[in-house]
């Protein structure tokens, strides 16, 4: 299905071609795209995610995600960073940068409640089509289903039947245009509460009608750009008529609903739980070399972190580099020094991770998976052997260590870095770290890690350190390579 006017199909082409054309991405991953923009309609190719594309799961997420990114960097997709709630998986916020995200909690108003934004757990990635492709977007606000399709994320199991469920809670919904005022009439009983909302600027008005207020027959809400805490509103048993304004200088969707019908969604939600599926987050995009090659001047405002989650962090050092200065003096070793690190960062991108920065002769990496940060210390052990000569002989010795936990994202210098108690905790476990081995804390020790090591001929002994900075003794867990 071309788009006919709702889209260049003939620039769409050439830039799908050019896409197939570029190294290292899967033709799959190309293929499977190509279909869903152009065999789908306009409806199921705006907001996009992982799970509507390929909802069969033919190609693996990791190969999909360098397409998608590759496709924005070409102008064939945007992206938008959605905020998205966990309780209802209502889109509550969205930027069309990742530092458009300035910090803070931000109202869901369907729960009334607060969410922070935590790039692995809440801020999805979702696609539509470039606008330079002449794309026509269907309109959002046309009917409360395609409203929901706006608002809500399709990334999760069960998700359809909630919002299904919740349409039908809702007294009514209404979209109301830029500076608009809409009369809706309104015949509120005593001592109930309604929720009027609008996820668009996520503001809710907490109505209630109570025989203190003072009697009028009309009531007026009046919705202004990203009020971020409960309004509440008193209206009288004679209100007839709620005026709702416009003032966001935006399109909104405004709805309604009594407090009472929460019970039911409730009910509804614990029969009918939700769970994710293949949801691109923000922390893999941001752990992605292909992201950090077309998008990676993206900078967060300077006072703003983020919990990122849990990540593998990876600490290298080299045994002697003093004695190295000394011996092939300070170009050579500079020479020596730069193409370790040469090295180095091939096997982190092999490894789906990303050098996060150098310090000296030291690399500090990120990576989303624990095996993944295992295997990468192996090879670049293994890359640094077959490239200087056996370890026993080799001037470089690298010292690697890792552990895994939860990290803090922060703008250092214009650029993504990474900080946290879990950095520190990777750091100190490196300096424990010999020439030629691997220290890993026992957070990096899941079913796969140890097995993989002893496979690839390494063999670990563990004892309880006291590391630098932290209260107590920690198991450090160091492998050394052995022979045969």
């Known amino acids: 299905m071309w788009h006919g006017k709702t889209m260049k199909n003939h620039l769409l082409s050439q830039r799908l071609q050019a896409l197939g054309t570029v190294p290292g991405l899967s033709s799959d991953a190309v293929d499977c795209l190509a279909r869903h923009l152009t065999l789908k309609p306009a409806t199921a190719i705006y907001r996009f995610t992982l799970r509507t594309m390929d909802p069969e799961g033919n190609v693996p997420d990791d190969a999909l995600a360098d397409a998608l990114?590759?496709?924005?960097?070409?102008?064939?997709?945007?992206?938008?960073?959605?905020?998205?709630?966990?309780?209802?998986?209502?889109?509550?916020?969205?930027?069309?940068r990742f530092s458009g995200y300035e910090g803070g909690t931000i109202l869901c108003p369907f729960c009334n409640k607060q969410v922070a934004p935590d790039f692995q757990e809440n801020v999805e990635i979702i696609f539509s089509p470039?606008?330079?492709?002449?794309?026509?977007?269907?309109?959002?606000?046309?009917?409360?289903?395609?409203?929901?399709?706006y608002c809500f994320s399709r990334s999760f199991v069960n998700g359809g039947i909630l919002r299904y469920v919740a349409s039908g809670l809702l007294l009514w919904y209404m979209p109301v245009g830029k500076g608009q005022k809409t009369s809706i009439p309104?015949?509120?009983s005593v001592g109930v509460e309604y929720n009027c909302f609008s996820v668009d600027c996520h503001q809710l008005f907490r109505i209630c009608c109570s025989p203190d207020a003072a009697p009028a027959s009309r009531a007026e809400i009046v919705f202004l750009e990203e009020k971020n805490e409960p309004i509440p509103v008193l209206v009288s048993s004679v209100t007839e008529t709620l005026v709702l304004t416009n003032l966001t200088g935006k399109r909104i969707g405004v709805s309604m609903l009594e407090c009472g019908e929460w019970a039911r969604f409730n009910k509804v939600f614990t029969e009918y739980p939700i769970s994710a599926s293949r949801r691109l987050m923000g922390s893999r995009i941001?752990?992605?070399?292909l992201f950090i090659r077309h998008f990676g001047h993206q900078t967060l405002t300077d006072s703003f972190s983020f919990q990122?989650?849990?990540?593998?962090?990876?600490?290298?050092?080299?045994?002697?580099?003093?004695?190295?200065?000394?011996?092939?003096?300070?170009?050579?070793?500079?020479?020596?020094?730069?193409?370790?690190?040469?090295?180095?960062e091939k096997v982190v991108a092999e490894n789906r991770g990303i050098v996060i920065k150098t310090i000296g002769d030291a690399l500090m990496a990120v990576f989303h998976e624990r095996l993944d940060a295992v295997r990468a210390a192996v090879q670049m052990h293994q890359?640094?052997?077959?490239?200087?000569?056996?370890?026993?002989?080799?001037?470089?010795?690298?010292?690697?260590?890792?552990?895994?936990?939860?990290?803090?994202?922060?703008?250092a210098n214009q650029r993504l870095d990474y900080f946290g108690q879990a950095v520190n905790v990777a750091a100190r476990v490196q300096n424990e770290a010999g020439g030629g081995e691997i220290c890993l804390s026992d957070s990096v020790?899941?079913?796969?890690?140890?097995?993989?090591?002893?496979?690839?001929?390494?063999?670990?002994?563990?004892?309880?350190?006291?590391?630098?900075?932290?209260?107590?003794?920690?198991?450090?867990?160091?492998?050394r390579w052995t022979k045969g």
């Open 186 to 188: 309104f015949r509120p």
């Open 69 to 96: 990114i590759t496709a924005a960097s070409m102008e064939i997709l945007i992206m938008e960073w959605c905020l998205v709630c966990r309780e209802c998986t209502g889109i509550i916020h969205s930027v069309l």
């Open 286 to 289: 941001l752990l992605n070399p």
């Open 383 to 411: 890359a640094v052997d077959q490239d200087f000569g056996p370890m026993e002989a080799q001037p470089l010795q690298l010292k690697i260590g890792i552990h895994y936990g939860n990290v803090l994202a922060v703008n």
């Open 130 to 149: 470039h606008p330079s492709l002449g794309f026509r977007k269907p309109d959002p606000f046309r009917t409360i289903h395609a409203y929901q399709d």
């Open 308 to 344: 990122v989650g849990r990540l593998g962090i990876l600490f290298t050092d080299l045994k002697g580099s003093t004695a190295l200065y000394s011996r092939l003096g300070d170009l050579g070793a500079y020479n020596l020094v730069g193409r370790h690190f040469d090295l180095l």
């Open 445 to 479: 020790l899941d079913d796969y890690c140890p097995a993989f090591l002893t496979e690839s001929g390494w063999q670990g002994t563990v004892s309880r350190l006291q590391l630098k900075g932290l209260g107590e003794e920690t198991p450090v867990y160091r492998y």
